[in-house]
């Protein structure tokens, strides 16, 4: 795959089982959204500590630009104006209850991403920001009961737009802030 393509839910998962990191690769994933929405910068931090990888773990060759094609990639998605950002999650075809439970996973790794950001030190969040850090912890903990599969995609569906935007959103008001150190913008 050409570093320019886009990279897949299924190329991130085999390269988080080749490197036996114990996490899904959604959870990875919304980890290093959560960190980049909180303002994090991966160049500041390693991008082992960011995805709070085992110090034991060391991503080369092929992993190592799997990983970095996924940076770059979350970071243009969450930036991008047309709101093209979408956390990476099985493909709609898998079973309804793997898509929702990646769903899940994603956010708990958003939330301790931007924890690590630590988005909420550089300032006091919106009420907006607030409530919707609530909301997603509340997906973060939820736990499923299905019953009709046309409502339950169709709920699916909603609970990952309101994920999608959650995400972008959070990122235009935490990583975009200017900074205020030395009364300068960069």
Same mark, same amino acid.
């Given at each position: ?8 839910? +299924? ?14 690769? !959604? ?9 980049? @929405? ?5 160049? #500041?931090? !390693? ?10 773990? $060391?991503? $080369? ?6 990983? %970095? ?6 970071? /243009? ?23 929702? &439970? ?7 790794? =958003?939330?301790?991403? =931007?924890?690590? @950001?630590? /988005?909420?030190? *550089?300032? #006091?969040?919106?009420?907006? $920001? ?10 973060? /903990?939820?736990? =499923?009961?299905?019953?009709? &599969?046309?409502? %339950?995609? +169709?709920?699916?569906?909603?609970? *990952? ?5 959650? /995400?972008?959103?959070? =990122?235009?008001?935490? $990583? ?11």
């Amino acid at each position: 795959m050409a570093a320019d393509e886009l990279i897949g839910y +299924d190329e991130l998962d085999d390269t988080v089982v080749h490197l036996q990191l114990g996490v899904q690769a !959604s959870d990875l994933h919304g980890s290093l959204c959560g960190f980049l @929405a909180g303002g994090g910068q991966v160049g #500041k931090r !390693s991008l082992a500590e960011v995805l709070q990888l085992e110090a034991e773990v $060391a991503p $080369a060759g092929r992993d190592q630009v799997v990983l %970095d094609r996924m940076v770059r990639q979350s970071e /243009a998605e969450l930036a991008d104006p047309e709101l093209g950002f979408e956390p990476l999650l099985p493909a709609d075809d898998r079973p309804l209850t793997e898509r929702a &439970e990646a769903l899940v996973d994603w956010c708990r790794g =958003f939330l301790g991403g =931007f924890g690590l @950001a630590g /988005a909420d030190a *550089h300032g #006091k969040l919106s009420n907006e $920001a607030q409530e919707i850090l609530r909301d997603l912890g509340t997906i973060a /903990a939820s736990s =499923f009961e299905f019953g009709d &599969e046309g409502e %339950d995609e +169709d709920a699916l569906i909603e609970v *990952h737009e309101f994920v999608r935007m959650a /995400a972008m959103l959070l =990122f235009a008001e935490c $990583a975009r802030r200017p900074s205020i150190q030395g009364g300068s913008v960069h």
